[in-house]
């Protein structure tokens, strides 16, 4: 298996930038697709932003598209997610997760990723 552990979450005031990290240990040969998402109370956990762990054009929802980045380190094993024009309606708690390679499981759906982290809160305030 793979463990995740998010860090870099906290309040911030509207229009500010945070960086969130999620480092990865364990069988991370496995690590297809590395994703970010995200959790409000009373909310489904909502895709934000997803990276296959070898490169090429990352995924993003069309909330965050623009405002967000995703990159990742493979040497450091671990992916980050940089979130600039930051609105109320971010606030949420974030969680990374890894999947391996797989057909007929689209990649914004939470049931395709084997590990989660614990989770991050960002709070946004206006």
């Known amino acids: 298996q793979v463990q995740l552990v998010e860090s870099g979450g906290g309040l911030v005031q509207a229009g500010g930038s945070l960086r969130l990290s999620c480092a990865a240990s364990?069988?991370?040969?496995?690590?297809?697709?590395m994703g970010w998402f995200r959790q409000a109370p009373g909310k489904e956990r909502e895709f934000v932003a997803a990276t296959r762990w070898s490169g090429g054009n990352p995924y993003y929802s069309d909330s965050v598209k623009g405002r967000f980045t995703i990159s990742r380190d493979i040497a450091k094993n671990t992916v980050y997610l940089q979130m600039n024009s930051l609105k109320p309606e971010d606030t949420a708690v974030y969680y990374c997760?890894?999947?391996?390679?797989?057909?007929?499981?689209?990649?914004?759906?939470?049931?395709?990723?084997?590990?989660w982290g614990q989770g991050t809160q960002v709070t946004v305030s206006s």
């Open positions: 997760g890894a999947r391996p390679g797989r057909a007929g499981v689209i990649l914004s759906s939470p049931a395709g990723y084997d590990s």
């Open positions: 364990g069988r991370t040969f496995t690590i297809y697709v």
